[in-house]
């Protein structure tokens, strides 16, 4: 699976670098610290990762404006790339509106766990070659 991790937070980056370059799960990944930076990458790419995971809280633009440009601009085009929220925040008001989005497969609190990791390849092996039209 081709991942890209978009999180600003020192320490969540580090232990997603540790947790992915020892996972059988991830074939490929890129970590991102801007998420104006990640979309401008999207953007250009001609390979798309199969996952984004995406913090909520960033500077300039935070998780959830990520979605919403990210859906208005290459949702259509790559729908088959499943968004996970990756939050810190344990609130419901945030989970809910993150599930708002047409885009977003689940919102999961911080960290991370290999099993998780696991189940979001699953999933993402599930819907590869299933086409949204």
């Given at each position: ?21 020892k996972s ?20 250009k ?22 979605v919403?440009?990210?859906e208005?601009?290459?949702?259509k085009?790559?729908p ?27 919102f999961?609190?911080?960290p ?11 999933s993402?092996?599930?819907?590869k ?5």
């Amino acid at each position: 699976m081709d991942v890209m991790l978009i999180d600003d937070d020192d320490d969540t980056v580090f232990l997603m670098d540790v947790l992915f370059s020892k996972s059988d799960a991830v074939d490929k990944y890129t970590i991102e610290t801007n998420a104006i930076d990640a979309l401008k990458k999207l953007l250009k790419k001609e390979q798309f990762p199969d996952c984004i995971l995406v913090d909520i809280r960033m500077p300039e633009i935070n998780g959830f404006e990520f979605v919403e440009k990210y859906e208005q601009k290459l949702g259509k085009l790559h729908p088959n790339t499943q968004i996970y929220i990756l939050s810190s925040s344990a609130r419901q008001s945030d989970e809910q509106k993150a599930m708002k989005y047409k885009s977003v497969k689940e919102f999961i609190v911080k960290p991370l766990t290999k099993k998780k990791l696991t189940e979001i390849n699953e999933s993402v092996l599930r819907n590869k070659y299933i086409r949204y039209d």
